[in-house]
Every structure is written in structure tokens, then in C-alpha cells.
């Protein structure tokens, strides 16, 4: 009877415990959850890919290597002026920043190399820089992006210059003192450099614009993410304000002439 009763209630002991241990799946579901997670993850990584993407097709390289190249042209140069200080000033000061189109030698075609250009705008060169006498100035000033496009400049109108003297008007590697001391050491002919630091020199008294006669900017060239001088942010503000440092008003006086090569 005991035994009966003692395997009863142990039969019973495993009948509860095969009902406590029904609801295993619980777990399976909670494992579920997660992977539910893990591809509402994946989509939204995807949904970034394919964003990424998109925006690579926007870059400004991928447009301007599919444009063809164009010259630039002195409205060019009076819209982005108008661009640049329309926040800035009123009406009356924008109509002031206008120039004459008299002021604007002709413009590169495409068709030119440096020094076939600056003999086209300036064919009385030689007699030119004869008569220049004065320190701390130059008759003609090529304005650039960078200093190794300057050295490129150089380099590439030496057909023009002949015996010019010609300085050095950038930061890398030389110093504002040594600039100034050239400048006041010796009669220069030819001025090559980047915006910024021809500013501060004029800002320090070491350089005279005055005596400026040609204005030109390396309008047209590209660097190697297809952009111009005039397409990077700084170039464009300091261009500006060197502009506004006597240039406009040499140039409203017809002494000064400006061209974009």
C-alpha cells in the first residue's frame, strides 16, 4: 500500500513537474525579439549606404568635370562681388562697388599661355618697366590661389618678363620682414603671390599700390579638386578685401587695369 502510494505520489511529482516545464517557448520568443532588432539595424545601415551615395554624386568635382571650361569674364567678377557683400552693404554701397568696363583689360580666351597673354594686354612692357624707379611697389601684379601656383606663374612667363625683376609675394616659407626688406631694397617689375599675403603687406606698410598698372587674376586655372581661385571661400573674401584696400579706387580712376587670365 505504501509503495502503491509512494510511486502514486512520485508519478504525481512528475506530472506537476512535466507541467511546470510546458511553457519552455517563453525563451524562444525573447530570442526572437533581438533578431527583430538586428534587422531593423541592417535596414537603417542600408538606408545610410545608399544616403552616402547620394551625396557623393553631389560633389562639386564630379559637376565641374562634366562642364565644359568657361573663360572668365569681368561680370563674372562684378556678380560675385554683389554675391559677396549684398548682406553686407546697401543698395547705394553696391552700386558704388561697380566698375567700369573700361577698367577691364581684355580676358583669356583659353587660347593663351601666361606669357602670351601679358604681351597681349601689355605690349609696351619693355619701355614700361624702364621708366618704374619706385620702391616698394610693382608695375604689374599676378594674383594666385596657392603658393605652388605661383611658382608655376613664374616659371611659365619667362618669355614676357625678360630681364624683369620679379618677387615673391606668398607665405610659404618666406617671411612678411623679408618680403618688406626686399621691397625697399631694390626696384621690383613684377609682383607674383596669394591674396593674403599681399594684403598684409600693403597692411604694413612695406607695399604701395599706387603705382600699380595691371591687375591680373589667375581667373581660369584649376587645382586638383577642379576648383578656381575664386570657387574657395578665403581666396574669395581675401580677394575682396584687397580689393578694398585702394584697388577699386585705382581702378575708378582708370589708372589701373584688371584682367582674368
Known sequence: MHGEASDGE??????VMQQETVPV???SEETKQPKECFLIQSKERKENTTKTRKRKKKKITDVLAKSEPKPGLPEDLQKLMKDYYSSRRSVIELEELNLPDSCFLKANDLTHSL???????CPKWVKLRKNHSEKKSVLMLIVCSSATRALELIRSMTAFRGDSKVIKLFAKHIKVQEQVKL???????LGVGT???IKELVKQGGFNLNPLKFLVFDWNWRDQKLRRMMD???IRKEVFELLEMGVL????????KLGLF
Open 232 to 234: 574657395i571661400p578665403e
Open 10 to 15: 512520485g508519478g504525481g511529482d512528475t506530472e
Open 195 to 197: 591674396p593674403g599675403r
Open 183 to 189: 621691397l625697399e631694397k631694390r626696384v621690383v617689375h
Open 249 to 256: 579706387s585705382l581702378c575708378k580712376s582708370e589708372s589701373l
Open 115 to 121: 606669357s602670351s597673354y601679358l604681351k597681349e594686354i
Open 25 to 27: 517557448p517563453v525563451p
